[in-house]
């Protein structure tokens, strides 16, 4: 072989191995990709366990405690003295805050839409107790989560 045909021989080899190292660098990128939608899914999976968590100790507060339950049966049924107020507050707090952790999730992209609203069913914001609660108390929530109630409240208001 002459030396312009090792030159092209070497020159070719050195094309091929560019092209293969081209390959292996998709095929990589590809896996990592992959690699990173899955630890996206986890952690999503993982945050959406935990805002289930929180609806069972809602729940499980309603169910072990006969103050709690009171409260909760009160929200609904709009009765209540200043005295217990203050206790039905804290559970339409809780209730309220819920919603906002569902719906930082919804904004991250972490739930759907359809998910967001299952989750927020036991926000009371189709009772007289839940709404005036929320007129009181929404400065303490994000302006996003604000603006998404005030349109389901509007939106659950309007006679079908």
């Known amino acids: 072989m002459t030396r312009q045909q090792l030159k092209d021989l070497a020159e070719a080899i050195a094309f091929i ?3 293969a190292s ?6 990589e990128s590809r896996n990592s990709s992959k690699q990173s939608m899955l630890n996206t899914q986890a952690l999503e999976i993982t945050a959406y366990q935990a805002l289930m968590s ?6 499980a507060l309603s169910l072990e405690s006969p103050i709690a339950a009171d409260a909760m049966a009160k929200i609904w049924s709009a009765d209540a003295s200043d005295a217990e107020q203050f206790q039905l507050d804290r559970v339409l707090f809780i ?14 992209g972490a739930i759907d839409e359809d998910r967001l609203r299952s989750v927020l069913a036991p926000v ?31 939106a659950s208001s309007v006679p079908k």
């Open 54 to 59: 929180n609806i069972d100790d809602v729940n």
């Open 22 to 27: 081209l390959v292996f660098v998709g095929i």
């Open 95 to 108: 209730l309220f805050r819920h919603g906002d952790l569902a719906f930082f999730m919804y904004e991250r």
């Open 124 to 154: 009371p914001i189709n009772t007289e107790v839940g709404r005036d609660f929320w007129e009181r108390n929404k400065g303490a929530f994000t302006e996003n989560y604000r603006n998404y109630l005030d349109d389901q409240i509007v």
């Open 17 to 19: 191995a560019i092209i």
